[in-house]
C-alpha cells in the first residue's frame, strides 16, 4: 500500500502498513514452502518445538503458536502420522500430552530454515544489515509495548 507524502504521517501509516507488510511476507514464505509441503499452520509448530528443545504441552504449544488448542490436537494428529512428531504422556500431569520433535521432524525443519533462510535473503535485498538493525530495535520496542499492556499472546 502506497501513502501520498502528505496523506498521513508516519506513525499513522505504520500499523496498516506493518500489518499488509505481515501477511504478504507470510504469503510468500507459505507459498514457498508449499513446494516442500508445508504450511504455516505445520512449520511455525515445528520451529517453536525446536525453540523450546521439545517436550513442551500442547497448551503452552497452542500459546507460543497462537493457535486455539482443538486446531493443534488435528494439526499435531496429522505431523504425528507423518512422523514429524511425537507426543507423550505428561509425567506430572496424566491429562497433559508433551510433544517433541521426531528425527524425521528435525531433519525436515533443517530444510525448512534452509528454504526460510533463501527466502528472507531475497525479501531483504536492498536493506542494509544498519536498516535491519534499527527495524528490529523498533519492533522490539513495539513488542515490548505490547506485552506491558497485557495483549501480547505470542
Given at each position: ?15 496498516i ?18 513446494d516442500q509441503g ?8 515445528m ?34 502420522r507423518?512422523g514429524?512428531?511425537?507426543r507423550?504422556a ?26 526460510l ?7 531483504l535485498a ?22 506491558e ?6
Amino acid at each position: 500500500m502506497t501513502f501520498p507524502p502528505d496523506a498521513a504521517s508516519a506513525r499513522q501509516r505504520f500499523g496498516i502498513s506493518f500489518a499488509l507488510l505481515a501477511r504478504a511476507w507470510r504469503h510468500e514464505i507459505d507459498r514457498n514452502l508449499s513446494d516442500q509441503g508445508l504450511s504455516g499452520a505445520t512449520w511455525v509448530p515445528m520451529l517453536h518445538l525446536a525453540a523450546s528443545g521439545g517436550g513442551i504441552t500442547q497448551k503452552e504449544l497452542a500459546r507460543l503458536t497462537g493457535i486455539e488448542a482443538p486446531s493443534l490436537v488435528r494439526l499435531l494428529e496429522i505431523l504425528e502420522r507423518e512422523g514429524l512428531v511425537s507426543r507423550r504422556a505428561c509425567p506430572q500431569d496424566g491429562r497433559a500430552r508433551l510433544v517433541d520433535l521426531t528425527p524425521e521432524g528435525e531433519t525436515r525443519l533443517a530444510e525448512v530454515r534452509a528454504s526460510l533462510y533463501t527466502i528472507e535473503e531475497r525479501l531483504l535485498a536492498g536493506v542494509s544489515d544498519e536498516q535491519l538493525s534499527n527495524m528490529l530495535n523498533v519492533l522490539g520496542i513495539i513488542r515490548k509495548n505490547i506485552d506491558e499492556t497485557g495483549s501480547g499472546r505470542a
